[in-house]
């Protein structure tokens, strides 16, 4: 079973309902309802035209789930628009979807949750912890948005920052979380900055692409976490990098700064260093300021601490992280490593366990549990 291609064909299969008249929510129950029954049936009958077989089983599943609530004159007017067997065009309509589900009838936190859930795959749990909710808050949201587009005509596309915002989100999930989206959503952003001439979305190319070009030298080969500092830069994508750096000064010549700029501006800086002691943070620190002023965000002031401990000292870093709220995911992870540096190891050690008690995921829990039996073991001899 194929199941990069059924992930590939669900948001064309998807839009197809939705434009032959299905609302949002009942389309992609009926989408899930046809992968269910593919993966079923395709290792014995695989299909000639796999999109072609997924658009007529779901809208026969969409067809058999509204049968009981729907008028018989409606019923019977959308039985005679059932698609036809045959070869469907091999059309790619996930961009499109991604507008589509930034509707402006909807918040941009809710139009890119709803997008996050019904074209990227993430389970509800990975895009509230992206968000930093709980789940079930998470959960309201989705139910909620689900309920405003099933009311409303898929004729307004959304605008292009609830778009990026939900690119860059499934990027991230893509690369360090359970569902491999990188590529994907790097293949989307292409397309987009080949239709509109946007900044940001050169930005946001550019970010991806020098983020991805250290990809391969992220994990060591058990699977545990390699730090940026320790990572061996022979095995990053020089091509990438070379691209990304590239695409980001094109669009930082047009002066139009906007946040997904500043972040790739620090990621050419840590790509351009031959070694981390050679990494510009001075620099690195400056570009937090501006992307400080473009976001206010407490994840670029817990990143901006962590720089001015490396530009300025650990305890300029200690400084700095201390205006930052205790509950902010990865604070205790950042304190450890500050107080190390720091030379105070009795309570890096301590910070340590609790940042890997609190971790998001497997691979960082490890590598923080190991990090604090590290020191204390050092600390004992």
Known sequence: MDEALLRRLTPSVLTVLVRRGADFAA??????????????????????????????????KFLDATRSDTARRRREDRIEEEPAPGPTPAVDDTLQLYFLCAHPSLTPSSAVALTLRAVGGLTTRQIA???????????????????????????????????????????????????????????????????????EVAGLLALMLLHHARRASRTAPDGSLVPLAEQDRTRWDTSAIAEGVRILQTALARDRLGEFQAQAAIAALHADAPTAEETDWVQIVEWYDELARLTDSPVVRLNRAVAVGEADGPRAGLAALAAIEDSLPRRTAAAAYLHERAGDLTTAARLYAEAAHKAPNLAERDYLTRQAARLNSGLRN
């Open 27 to 60: 389309a992609e129950d009926a989408v899930q309802d046809a992968l269910v029954e593919a993966v079923r049936v395709w290792p014995a009958d695989p299909p000639r035209d796999a999109k072609g077989w997924l658009v007529t089983v779901a809208w026969r």
């Open 129 to 199: 912890q992206a968000y930093l909710v709980p789940e079930a808050t998470m959960a309201q949201r989705i139910s909620r948005a689900k309920r405003t587009v099933s009311d409303v005509r898929f004729d307004q596309p959304g605008d292009v920052a609830t778009v990026l915002r939900v690119l860059y989100l499934v990027f991230n999930e893509g690369y360090s979380g359970d569902v491999d989206l990188a590529a994907e959503a790097i293949r989307l952003t292409r397309q987009l900055a080949a239709a509109i001439d946007h900044p």
